[in-house]
């Protein structure tokens, strides 16, 4: 007899019968009854609580069940040996009877247990306790090392490579024509992907759990965010490497770092970034030489062989370099450098002439010159102004190929993102549309999520109160026994992810009298032949919140060391209160870090005289809490070194607060938290950034540094930068 005629016979008499209850019973009847259990009158109790008011139903359903189970009741009716289940005179409470003792059976009346029970142990669990954490903190430690030391001589190696030889050996020029008609989306299932001890990608382990997949269509852009850790640039190097399995005809390419300067021209570096051309190129010249040399060689056989060996391989090279739009590599070039702010002058210089920050560009450029199937970009907004920025979120929406994106700029994704990949947990998670869809629809799933688990707490909360109640009741212990079959039987309850929130904090500025600061007709510049701001009309008081945008080089910075009295101006007035303290974030604040000192250090060296729990309650202000707070600050990442400067700078008090891009090295939860704190504080605030919606957010008047002077804009952030866009494209 199986479990499924046994659930039909039930179904046949009571339809409305719960699935789970009709598994139990069915399952219980035919295999997982106790040879000592009375089953039939186990199942006669439990039909009752289910047909009530239907006796005769109950009674006619279990003549069936009896006749259907004769052959297995006879069976156990032979080989049980043990008594039969007794009704007890009156209920006892098993869970206030005292415990029964293990081991009072063993001999004449003598409870070994208890005797023991009242002899305390000589060992300090305390101290013992305290010894094993410290030995697998020293086993973890020397595993960790190990694998740091095998990952720096790797990150040696690939540092030995040049450019050319790391593209060649992650495209093989094999791989262009390869590629034709195959397709380029990318789709691998449970990949794992670790760092040192660190797993950042989790593959399937038991059957509830999902392993992390990695699903990229071909023309989609993708904006993958995270919390600061979560190993997304991990990802990221793991993928141009090809260390994660994608197909070897899909061509990579990852702007990480700078480009190593030299004496070759911006506009030549470029050129040469697409691998490929370069090496056509210099075929075809090497090709074109070979036959102008065969032309004066002769006529014989093997001349004319080679003549046609040569010719052969020339109208191959020449087909390559017409699909890869070859000719038209200057024109494009320039133009990809005109938009990231290398004016002619500029293109014509050595890499050698620019600052990391330009160069940054430079390698920017580069990777897009070179179009692969697959660009990944890391936090590229962190290395552009505006007005560059601009131009790239139009370019970058007209991407032919696949886009992996890594940015805590929603602006930036908004504009540029088809998709979002939210890692979290060892796993992504994949969601249409630009950021602001992706926050929406995540916000609502997550309520479902916690809407349901509630529930379900509820639910086995209210099966473990009857469970409770009537388990050693003798007319409601079948009852009991079946809501712990349901319980046992209901997959495990995993609590949603918390969303994690943060919170900065500071002080509350004093109030001082107007005005503050002012420039009045102030003129600067660092020789007289070549002024950088002329006239310049700038006030700043305690409502104040204004931020500046402008491109590179126009005098943003300028202006702020004019206003924190680093630089004198040359002509002008600048008027400030005696009683006025300036908080200055500059954005190179980590050259301004002591690394080998922990933040509490860092800070008593600054402000003197307060406890240590002072300095640690003060950084817990800006989310550096717990051992972050003594850890040296060369370990931290660049949002926690951010977060130390903020604190630097709340102890000073400040009235104004000058902040040059804040957002560069922070997560989204700790940009919200900045915005939060600078819209609830009393100071003044003047900020430098190319964050859209951070300036949305915190400032109220937009300054323009352009042309040598600073004027107001009249309009937002998002009518300057379609000026920028368009002054950029009606360029000749």
Not at 105 to 118: P, R, T, Y
Not at 386 to 415: I, K, M
Not at 456 to 482: G, P, T
């Amino acid at each position: 007899m199986s479990t499924q005629e046994i659930a039909k016979e039930i179904l046949s008499v009571f339809p409305d019968t719960e699935e789970p209850i009709v598994q139990y019973l069915s399952g219980y009847l035919v295999d997982d009854a106790g040879a000592e259990e009375d089953v039939l009158q186990v199942a006669n109790d439990i039909l009752d609580s289910l047909g009530m008011g239907r006796p005769k139903d109950v009674q006619r359903l279990m003549e069936r069940l009896r006749d259907l189970l004769s052959d297995q009741l006879a069976a156990r009716a032979k080989t049980s040996t043990r008594p039969k289940l007794m009704k007890l005179d009156k209920v006892v409470d098993l869970s206030k009877a005292g415990a029964i003792s293990n081991t009072i059976a063993l001999g004449e009346g003598v409870d070994l247990e208890s005797i023991n029970k009242a002899k305390a142990s000589r060992v300090d669990v305390k101290k013992l306790e305290k010894q094993e954490a410290k030995l697998r903190a020293k086993i973890e430690k020397r595993a960790r090392r190990d694998l740091y030391e095998g990952s720096k001589l790797l990150d040696q190696h690939r540092k030995q490579q040049t450019y050319e030889e790391m593209f060649m050996k992650v495209n093989p020029l094999e791989a262009a024509a390869s590629a034709k008609h195959k397709s380029k989306d990318i789709h691998l299932t449970n990949i794992d992907v670790n760092f040192g001890s660190n797993r950042i990608l989790h593959v399937k382990l038991l059957s509830y759990t999902s392993g992390a997949t990695l699903t990229l269509a071909y023309g989609r852009r993708y904006g993958l965010v995270g919390r600061n850790g979560v190993g997304k640039s991990t990802l990221l190097r793991h993928i141009a490497m090809r260390e994660v399995p994608i197909p070897p005809h899909i061509t990579i390419l990852f702007v990480e770092q700078e480009i190593v300067g030299d004496d070759t021209t911006a506009l030549d570096s470029v050129l040469k970034a697409d691998v490929w051309r370069d090496h056509l190129l210099k075929e075809e010249a090497a090709l074109n030489a070979k036959l102008a040399e065969l032309e004066s060689g002769g006529d014989d056989r093997r001349v004319e062989e080679e003549k046609e060996e040569a010719s052969s391989r020339l109208v191959e090279v020449h087909t390559r370099l017409s699909d890869m739009d070859a000719e038209s590599g200057p024109s494009r070039a320039a133009a990809l450098l005109a938009g990231l702010g290398f004016n002619e002058e500029d293109q014509s210089k050595p890499t050698k002439s620019f600052s990391g920050g330009w160069r940054m560009r430079l390698a920017l450029a580069r990777a897009l010159f070179v179009k692969p199937a697959l660009l990944l970009l890391d936090e590229p907004s962190n290395h552009i102004d505006l007005n560059a920025l601009a131009w790239l979120e139009d370019y970058l929406q007209t991407w032919p190929g696949t886009l992996l994106v890594v940015s805590h700029d929603r602006a930036f994704l908004d504009a540029v993102a088809t998709d979002i990949v939210h890692q979290h947990s060892g796993r992504l998670d994949y969601y249409k549309g630009n950021f602001t869809q992706f926050y929406s629809t995540k916000s609502e799933r997550d309520r479902n999520l916690r809407k349901e688990y509630e529930t379900q707490v509820e639910y086995r909360k209210h099966l473990q109160a009857f469970i409770d109640r009537w388990r050693y009741n003798a007319n409601r212990a079948a009852q009991a026994q079946m809501r712990i079959k349901i319980l046992e039987k209901l997959p495990d309850l995993q609590p949603p992810e918390e969303e994690e929130t943060e919170k900065f904090k500071f002080p509350e500025a004093e109030k001082i009298s107007p005005p503050l600061l002012q420039l009045s007709e102030v003129t600067f510049g660092y020789s007289p032949e070549k002024l950088i701001l002329r006239n310049v009309n700038f006030d700043v008081g305690l409502d104040s919140r204004i931020a500046i945008v402008g491109a590179n080089g126009a005098g943003k910075s300028t202006l702020i060391k004019l206003l924190t009295s680093e630089l004198k101006p040359f002509s002008g007035d600048c008027n400030r209160n005696g009683r006025l303290r300036i908080g200055y974030f500059s954005q190179h604040h980590v050259d301004t870090l002591i690394p080998t000192m922990s933040p509490v250090q860092f800070l008593a060296s600054k402000f003197p005289g307060r406890t240590e729990q002072e300095y640690r309650s003060h950084l817990g202000n800006f989310q550096i809490s717990g051992m972050t707070g003594l850890q040296l600050i060369g370990t931290l990442s660049g949002g926690q070194k951010s977060r130390v400067a903020f604190a630097v700078l709340s102890l000073q008090k400040p009235h104004v607060l000058l902040l040059d891009e804040p957002t560069n090295h922070l997560d989204i939860e700790g940009l919200d938290a900045l915005m939060a704190a600078l819209n609830t504080w009393n100071g003044g605030v003047i900020v430098i950034s190319h964050d859209e919606r951070f300036i949305t957010s915190v400032a109220k008047e937009l300054w323009v540094c352009a042309n040598g002077t600073v004027s107001k804009f009249m309009g937002d952030v998002q009518s300057y930068k379609s000026l920028i866009v368009s002054n950029v494209k009606a360029r000749p």
